[in-house]
């Protein structure tokens, strides 16, 4: 499945990299994501970045607030040749779909948060 667009929200999500992998764990292939590296990073920062992975290069994972709710999410190459820099379709794992619509929303402008930069 594609996502090239999701559905607004009302109120304004806050987005942070998340430091604590645990708080990831268990977050699985929710879609997939059309879009640069280098939107990727002016967006979420730089991500973090694996050596000698052969599964995965780079990877944001990134904790979305919105109100009381919080919602986790991954972006990341799945096995891809290309340089990292190059990639075009990136996985976003998450515990729901609703780590789609955060990740979309953000790349859409529709968040605010400490994550640019």
């Given amino acids: 499945m594609k996502i090239e667009a999701g559905i607004p929200k009302t109120k304004p999500l806050k987005v942070e990299k998340e430091d604590d992998p645990k708080k990831l764990d268990g977050t699985y292939l929710q879609g997939h994501l059309n879009a640069s590296y280098q939107q990727l990073c002016a967006t979420f920062g730089s991500p973090r970045i694996y050596v000698n992975d052969d599964k995965v290069r780079a990877e944001w994972m990134l904790r979305f607030t919105e109100?009381?709710?919080v919602t986790y999410a991954t972006i990341y190459d799945w096995k891809r040749d290309e340089p990292v820099e190059d990639v075009k379709?990136?996985?976003i794992g998450g515990f729901?779909?609703?780590s789609i619509d955060c990740v979309?929303?953000?790349l859409k402008g529709?968040?605010?948060g400490g994550v640019y930069g």
């Fill in 89 to 91: 379709e990136w996985n």
């Fill in 67 to 69: 109100g009381d709710r």
């Fill in 104 to 106: 979309v929303n953000a």
């Fill in 110 to 112: 529709l968040s605010h």
């Fill in 96 to 98: 729901g779909w609703a």
